[in-house]
């Protein structure tokens, strides 16, 4: 009798020793991986760290704009928006002063082709990029997951919807915009699959929302 006792006794032992290792084990692999999930989210760019909060541009503009211009009308002098040029109302005309429409198309959500709202904002605007407000749809939301230029591409994008819409566009708006995402000082976020593109520029007073459907 003493004899099983002292056996199960060494037993149970091993089996609480042995949870107590995988216990261990299991605390561990949590430990590493939260450090290196943080570790990777600190080293990631920079400048991501100081991105501006929602509305944090058009708040600026408000606050500080000299004419105090409701940011949702178009600018005294502007032409109101009519036909397609409605889209760019719609997609920054809670986010920035609209001084000139300078290109604006729906393809309509989900169907091929390009959609784009570009503006030439009005003056004295934060040089922090507004994003808009949880809630927006999709294809009328501007902006996000902002970064500073210049942009930095690793390889062969899938898509370029720069590349793709331009030749709808008058001459040298493209070229424009390709500036703004080479010159540094600017903002922009590009999809994974590079068919969205959004611009923001303070100094050239230009902010674009670009995507194109294959």
């Known amino acids: 009798m003493t004899f099983w ?13 042995n949870a107590l290792k995988m216990l261990a084990v299991v605390a561990g692999i949590f430990f590493l991986g939260g450090w290196a999930w943080f570790a990777y989210f ?15 541009g058009l708040m600026r503009h408000e606050r500080e704009g000299p004419s105090r211009t409701n940011s ?8 109101a928006p009519a036909g397609a040029e409605a889209y760019a109302q719609r997609v920054f005309g809670d986010l920035l ?4 429409v300078l290109a604006s198309k729906t393809a309509g959500h989900g169907v ?15 040089r ?16 996000g997951d902002w970064r500073q230029t210049p942009e930095r591409v690793f390889g062969t994008l899938p898509a370029d919807a720069l ?3 331009r030749r709808e566009w008058q001459a040298g708006l493209a070229g424009e915009l390709q500036d ?4 540094p000082g600017n903002w922009y976020m590009r999809s994974a699959s590079g068919e969205e593109l959004h611009i923001f520029s303070a100094d050239g007073r230009v902010a674009a929302r670009i995507r194109h459907e294959g």
């Open 72 to 79: 949702a009308t178009m600018l005294r002098g502007a032409d």
């Open 42 to 56: 600190q080293g990631r760019d920079l400048e991501v760290r100081g991105l501006p909060a929602p509305h944090d």
């Open 97 to 100: 002063p609209i001084e000139t």
């Open 128 to 143: 922090t990029p507004p994003t808009s407000a949880l809630g927006t749809v999709s294809w009328e939301r501007f902006g």
């Open 163 to 165: 590349a793709e819409c």
């Open 112 to 126: 091929p082709g390009c959609t784009y709202a570009i503006i030439r904002t009005g003056p004295g605007i934060a």
């Open 5 to 17: 006792y002292e056996y199960m006794t060494w037993i149970l032992a091993q089996l609480v020793q």
């Open 180 to 183: 703004a995402l080479d010159t």
